[in-house]
């Protein structure tokens, strides 16, 4: 019976051992799929910070246009007569 029992401690053990070394794997497996995400997370905040300046050129610009027609349309139109001038 002693055997047996000893049989059974060591398939269990033996078990054990197996099962931590599918965990260490499994979990070597997630880190070097959280450094990926990490520099994949890096790289899309990059991205965003180069679009986020060009949207603020883009926007700079389209206000210094806008700009410039509202001075050509000031400009285009006829001075509205004063009071002085209408009598």
Request: glycine content about 2%; proline content about 3%.
């Amino acid at each position: 019976m002693s055997l047996e029992l000893l049989d059974k401690l060591e398939s269990r053990v033996q078990n054990a051992l197996e099962t931590i070394e599918l965990q260490q794997m499994e979990l070597e497996e997630e880190r070097t799929r959280a450094q990926e995400l990490e520099l994949h997370n890096q790289q899309l905040e990059q991205r965003t910070q180069e679009l986020e300046q060009q949207l603020a050129v883009w926007n700079s610009k389209a206000e210094g246009l806008l700009n410039k027609l509202s001075q050509a349309d000031a400009e285009a139109e006829p001075p509205t007569p004063g009071l002085s001038e209408l009598a």
